[in-house]
């Protein structure tokens, strides 16, 4: 079955420099989120969409921007990198669908390692 | 303030035993509550999840357990295998529309053959 697939495994960026992650998910799945997760931390959520429209905000820098396209991928931006952005960044993807309660479970796919020297 | 607290960093298992994972909640207004494993370089798998309306939930060797009074959510693997070695997450879904998970910092396992 396909899986999250994400863009580029690894990533080794400088300072101030731009990065931009990409997360194409499961097909037919409609809803994508991007967390952050530094060394020895847990994974912390960033930002989602839900039919191409942010749906939720969470601890995502002003330095960072995400859309999520036709074809239900999503772009991460990052700009103006620090060293503190090293880390993993995964994304995950659900189906949501219209119906309320259902478990819309998060599927993840590897991850991008991202390294700001 | 961390709403979701994984109080054991490593928990070491011998083959064949049964290997428990704990959580401890402080925010009621979780709807669904997950286990994912993850090995290293790979993103989280799920594994297992039980809604907030039942105590218990069996998947094969992986059974997790809600104790909605106590706030504790626990996940049994029996027997536990070497390939069961990995770090494990309890993530809780809020409840609403955007059903944002809130994890835990992670449970590293090490089944011993």
């Known amino acids: 079955a396909a899986g999250v697939i994400q863009s580029p495994r690894h990533l080794i960026k400088e300072k101030r420099e731009t990065a931009t992650l990409k997360c194409y998910p499961i097909?037919?799945?409609?809803?994508v989120y991007w967390y952050q997760q530094g060394p020895g931390q847990d994974p912390q959520f960033l930002i989602s969409?839900?039919?191409?429209?942010?749906?939720d905000k969470g601890s995502i820098p002003d330095r960072f921007s995400a859309q999520q396209f036709s074809d239900y991928h999503s772009e991460l931006n990052m700009s103006s990198l620090e060293l503190g952005d090293s880390a993993l960044y995964f994304c995950a993807s659900s189906f949501r669908g219209a119906i309320a309660g259902n478990k819309n479970i998060q599927y993840f796919g590897a991850g991008t390692r991202l390294s700001v020297l | 303030d961390q709403q979701v607290k994984q109080n054991s960093p490593s928990l070491s298992v011998q083959e064949g035993r049964i290997s428990i994972l704990n959580c401890d909640y402080t925010n009621s207004m979780f709807d669904y509550f997950l286990w994912y494993k993850k090995y290293p370089a790979e993103g989280p798998t799920f594994l297992i999840s039980i809604s907030s309306i039942k105590d218990k939930n069996e998947d094969g060797r992986f059974t997790v357990f809600l104790n909605k009074s106590a706030k504790h959510l626990s996940l049994h693997i029996v027997p536990s295998q070497p390939g069961d070695s990995a770090v494990y997450f309890c993530?809780?879904?809020?409840?609403?529309?955007?059903?944002?998970?809130?994890w835990g910092l992670g449970t590293s396992l090490a089944v011993n053959p």
């Open positions: 993530a809780f879904r809020e409840a609403g529309n955007n059903r944002k998970l809130i």
């Open positions: 969409f839900y039919e191409k429209m942010q749906s």
């Open positions: 097909p037919r799945h409609d809803t």
